[in-house]
């Protein structure tokens, strides 16, 4: 059964600063997602990371993925108020002929002026 | 042009009814999805469909029923609403991405906030 897990769950900080969201994952898998989502709203893609050494960048936000270690991180530069959101990592499963996309349990981020 | 719509919104029903939440996309894709956001904003998948037949039946309870007429709608029926029924359903559509280097991702509907009283 492929779990995903995100760390930090909460993450507070403030304006300007930098900082890394992680998430680790169970079983092997060659595509992982970023999603972002604002409160009361709907869920909006922000990366899709398909083989190890993936590097996607979108503003302040940059995404890696490295499939060896299970691992993918999303980093934000000099943040801004703006960014703050839940931001979801989402794993699809390997190996099967139809899609099973699993969502981590999502990072609160807060950023404060 | 809203490409994954759903409707309705907002559903406040009480315990013991029946409803639906419909659910169509506009984008073409062949894969369409049921998923359920808890208070705590986990996101678990209940069903999968493509091309009109179920792929992914989750442990889901049986009083929810997945239909889809075509490959462009997904409408899910819940009988016997409980109290744990409470949550956001958010639909999604992708292409199939199991395919070889598809960087297509989900896309999610706006999301029907059910409340069971």
């Known amino acids: 059964e492929l779990k995903v897990e995100q760390n930090p769950l909460f993450l507070s900080m403030q304006e300007g600063k930098n900082y890394t969201i992680y998430c680790n994952y169970s079983t092997t898998s060659d595509r992982l997602y970023w999603y972002r989502q604002d409160p009361g709203k709907s869920l909006e893609s922000l990366f899709v990371?398909?083989?190890?050494?993936a590097v996607k960048q979108e503003g302040r936000l940059m995404a890696s993925l490295d499939t060896k270690a299970r691992l993918s991180t999303l980093h934000i530069t000099a943040a801004v108020h703006d960014l703050s959101a839940t931001y979801f990592c989402?794993?699809?499963?390997?190996?099967?002929?139809?899609?099973?996309?699993?969502f981590g349990p999502g990072t609160s981020l807060s950023v404060i002026p | 042009d809203t490409a994954v719509s759903q409707t309705p919104k907002y559903l406040v029903t009480q315990m013991g009814n029946d409803k639906s939440i419909k659910c169509e996309q506009n984008?073409?894709?062949?894969?369409m999805y049921w998923y359920k956001q808890d208070s705590k904003k986990f996101l678990k998948i209940m069903f999968s469909y493509n091309n009109k037949e179920l792929i992914i039946n989750e442990t889901v309870p049986n009083r929810f029923s997945p239909k889809s007429p075509d490959k462009a709608h997904l409408n899910l029926h819940i009988n016997s609403l409980e109290l744990g029924d409470s949550a956001v359903y958010f639909c999604?559509?992708?292409?199939?991405?199991?395919?070889?280097?598809?960087?297509?991702?989900?896309?999610f509907g706006n999301g029907t906030r059910l409340t069971v009283t």
């Open positions: 999604a559509s992708s292409q199939e991405v199991w395919s070889t280097f598809s960087n297509s991702p989900l896309h």
């Open positions: 990371l398909l083989s190890n050494g």
């Open positions: 989402a794993v699809d499963m390997v190996g099967t002929s139809y899609d099973k996309v699993i």
């Open positions: 984008l073409g894709h062949d894969t």
